[in-house]
């Protein structure tokens, strides 16, 4: 079965949904875990082909969509935006949990959260990395290099806006992520509870700041 990338369609969104679904649980597939199925695309999809359309690229085969890459070129502008344009009717729709009962959260409201309070990125990671990306492949797309093309073809579209270096968030679950980043020229640059942050410098240093909408 061949496969080739694309950019985004408008069409692509429901199928980039469940892509985010079947590969949330640290790579494996999470449908089941979420009384919403949406949730995680509401957090790692939406604001991408809402604010960015431009740096969503697909990995297509003959039974469909298996893949994607997303990103955002100035990290810090977009989770502005994002703040005053995506979270707020998302947060109409989904109330703030308990934070008194926080050990006790569903999935659902563990994402909820998030929609409430979203992570904003450190000022002195963006000042070397101002891009950041996120990528899932189904399982019939993987080891077949089709990840790496997505990579090489978002960071080129990153390199041609500017973008000097591009940082990403994985769970420490995740090795077999860990050991695909690590493979296509991503290093370690920071950890926290549950996941490391990994970045990857883009060669040509330039101005990646958006005007602000």
Not at 29 to 51: I, M, N, Q, S
Not at 177 to 193: K, N, S
Not at 198 to 204: E, T
């Amino acid at each position: 079965m061949t496969a080739s990338i694309r950019g985004y369609k408008p069409s692509d969104l429901p199928e980039l949904y469940r892509i985010c679904l079947r590969t949330g649980d640290s790579g494996d597939d999470a449908t089941g875990r979420y009384a919403d199925p949406d949730l995680l695309g509401h957090v790692y999809v939406g604001p991408y082909v809402e604010l960015e359309p431009e740096l969503v690229f697909v990995v297509e085969d003959d039974i469909g969509v298996a893949g994607y890459v997303l990103g955002a070129l100035d990290t810090t502008d977009f989770e502005e935006r994002a703040e005053r344009r995506w979270w707020p009717p998302l947060r109409d729709r989904y109330p703030a949990p308990d934070p008194d009962r926080r050990d006790s959260w569903t999935p659902d409201e563990r994402i909820a959260h998030l929609i409430h309070h979203p992570v904003r990125t450190p000022e002195e990671r963006v000042a070397a990395y101002p891009s950041h990306l996120h990528i899932d492949l189904l399982p019939r797309c993987q080891g077949r290099g089709y990840g790496r093309q997505l990579i090489e073809t978002l960071c080129d579209a990153l390199r041609e806006r500017g973008s000097h270096g591009v940082h990403l968030g994985v769970g420490v679950r995740n090795q077999r992520a860990i050991g695909f980043y690590r493979h296509v020229g991503f290093h370690e640059i920071d950890a926290h509870p549950g996941g490391l942050v990994m970045a990857k410098p883009l060669g040509r240093r330039g101005h990646a700041r958006r005007g602000a909408d």
